[in-house]
């Protein structure tokens, strides 16, 4: 435990979260809540988002526009709430026990443990760490939960947090909208799609940044060559949420390491126009938390990882050509760190971004910082340039 939260972050990476985002053990507190706006993308080139804000209203579900991403509505997150603790116990594992505490129903792959109750029981559910997270109907008997690897288990009606629950919302199955973080809406914000740019995304699962770049695309009429890649096991979903936003014809999907794609796709190399990284990291950044641990060794392994991806995102810029490079996370060493490290050893430059922007924090050319403090998640965003 550190600064009093159920966060286990050695010193060593505490110190790495730099002072222009705020005081390292605030920014550790306020990643065990949400932000206070929730996000949904407005898929702009099957709906404007007057007319998406209009359809919801009519619903009774009220969003709110956001001040400077164009695409991005929101609606308010409150509490927290006290759920009423029952006998019947149920625990769920970390990823699935941040989701019931924004409100999200239990579904049985995410269960570890239960007891105590009978199917159509009211139960109380627990993070591994014994974080109450929210109560709700037991869909399933505990042994059946504990069994099953599909289904729903747990139908959550007492949640810590309660916001619009994104597949509820009208249009989600239709592509009208996608569920994505503010911050994360950056990045497709600072690229500008045109007809004969390639624009390549090494870490495209699952599909938020790459389908917003398309989106544009489309909503502007240009048509680039947009090429998504990400290993195997994430081919089905990225896929999936391209054909649900009926962007699926305008982005061709390759599998793959992405570190290698200039050996099996070597027509590329010093072709693409834009390329996203978005690699792997230590999620510092991501909220809400019901617990983390985080060594510095962990992230020294992150670190040399993320290069592999900054090393071929170079080798397949174009002089001129713009990389962007993003991370959920607060350490110096993922972020400042592999900037500088790119600049000295893969000769790229800083790059400005293409439009003021007002919301991100900025700690040098070309660098993007957005912190808890702010209300949002962490964030992180560098450009740089190919010379020539």
């Given at each position: 435990?550190?600064?009093?939260?159920?966060?286990?972050?050695?010193?060593?990476?505490?110190?790495?979260?730099?002072p222009v985002?705020?005081?390292?053990?605030?920014?550790?507190?306020?990643?065990?809540?949400?932000p206070?706006?929730?996000?949904?993308?407005?898929?702009?080139?099957?709906?404007?988002?007057?007319?998406?804000i209009?359809l919801?209203?009519?619903?009774?579900?009220?969003?709110?526009?956001?001040?400077?991403?164009?695409?991005?509505?929101?609606?308010?997150?409150?509490?927290?709430?006290?759920?009423?603790?029952?006998?019947?116990?149920?625990?769920a594992?970390?990823?699935?026990?941040?989701?019931?505490?924004?409100?999200?129903d239990?579904?049985?792959?995410g269960?570890?443990?239960?007891?105590g109750?009978?199917?159509?029981?009211?139960?109380?559910?627990?993070?591994?760490n014994?974080?109450?997270v929210?109560?709700?109907?037991?869909?399933?008997?505990?042994e059946?939960?504990?069994?099953?690897?599909r289904?729903?288990?747990?139908?959550?009606?007492?949640?810590?947090?309660?916001?619009?629950?994104v597949?509820?919302?009208?249009?989600?199955?239709?592509?009208?909208?996608?569920?994505?973080?503010?911050?994360?809406?950056y990045v497709?914000?600072?690229?500008?799609?045109?007809?004969?740019?390639?624009?390549?995304d090494?870490?495209?699962?699952?599909g938020?940044?790459v389908?917003?770049?398309?989106?544009?695309a489309m909503?502007?009429?240009?048509?680039?060559?947009?090429i998504?890649?990400?290993?195997?096991?994430k081919?089905?979903?990225l896929?999936?949420?391209?054909?649900?936003?009926?962007?699926d014809?305008?982005?061709?999907?390759?599998?793959?390491?992405?570190?290698?794609?200039t050996?099996?796709?070597?027509?590329?190399?010093?072709?693409?126009?834009?390329v996203?990284?978005?690699?792997?990291?230590?999620?510092?950044?991501?909220?809400?938390?019901?617990?983390e641990?985080?060594r510095?060794?962990?992230?020294?392994?992150?670190v040399?990882?993320q290069?592999g991806?900054?090393?071929?995102?170079?080798r397949?810029?174009r002089?001129?050509?713009?990389?962007?490079?993003?991370?959920?996370?607060?350490?110096?060493?993922?972020?400042?760190g592999?900037?500088?490290?790119?600049?000295?050893?893969?000769g790229?430059?800083?790059?400005d971004?293409?439009?003021?922007?007002?919301?991100?924090?900025?700690?040098?050319r070309?660098e993007?910082?957005?912190s808890?403090?702010?209300?949002?998640?962490?964030?992180?965003?560098?450009?740089?340039?190919?010379?020539?």
């Amino acid at each position: 435990m550190v600064c009093g939260t159920p966060l286990d972050v050695e010193l060593g990476v505490l110190a790495r979260i730099p002072p222009v985002l705020g005081h390292p053990c605030r920014v550790l507190e306020e990643l065990i809540s949400p932000p206070r706006r929730l996000y949904v993308r407005v898929n702009t080139a099957r709906i404007s988002v007057d007319k998406y804000i209009a359809l919801t209203g009519s619903l009774g579900v009220e969003l709110w526009r956001d001040e400077e991403v164009p695409c991005a509505v929101w609606a308010p997150v409150e509490g927290p709430f006290e759920p009423r603790r029952y006998r019947g116990r149920v625990v769920a594992d970390k990823r699935a026990s941040e989701s019931v505490l924004m409100g999200s129903d239990l579904y049985a792959p995410g269960v570890i443990m239960a007891g105590g109750f009978e199917r159509g029981d009211k139960v109380s559910i627990y993070s591994p760490n014994g974080i109450h997270v929210g109560s709700g109907v037991a869909v399933m008997g505990p042994e059946e939960m504990v069994r099953s690897r599909r289904g729903l288990a747990v139908r959550v009606d007492e949640p810590v947090y309660r916001s619009v629950r994104v597949h509820d919302l009208p249009g989600h199955g239709e592509g009208l909208i996608y569920g994505q973080s503010v911050t994360s809406m950056y990045v497709g914000l600072l690229v500008e799609p045109r007809t004969g740019d390639i624009i390549v995304d090494l870490n495209a699962a699952p599909g938020g940044k790459v389908s917003h770049i398309a989106q544009r695309a489309m909503e502007g009429g240009e048509k680039p060559r947009i090429i998504a890649v990400d290993r195997r096991s994430k081919e089905l979903l990225l896929r999936a949420n391209l054909e649900r936003l009926g962007l699926d014809s305008i982005v061709e999907v390759r599998s793959g390491d992405s570190r290698r794609i200039t050996r099996w796709m070597p027509g590329l190399a010093g072709k693409a126009s834009v390329v996203l990284v978005d690699p792997p990291c230590s999620n510092l950044g991501v909220r809400p938390k019901v617990y983390e641990e985080k060594r510095a060794k962990d992230i020294a392994n992150y670190v040399m990882y993320q290069r592999g991806f900054l090393r071929e995102a170079a080798r397949l810029l174009r002089p001129g050509g713009l990389l962007i490079y993003s991370t959920c996370t607060l350490t110096a060493s993922e972020n400042q760190g592999n900037r500088a490290w790119a600049i000295e050893e893969l000769g790229l430059e800083p790059a400005d971004p293409s439009m003021p922007l007002e919301r991100p924090v900025r700690a040098g050319r070309g660098e993007l910082l957005f912190s808890p403090l702010q209300g949002t998640p962490g964030f992180y965003i560098a450009l740089l340039r190919r010379p020539g």
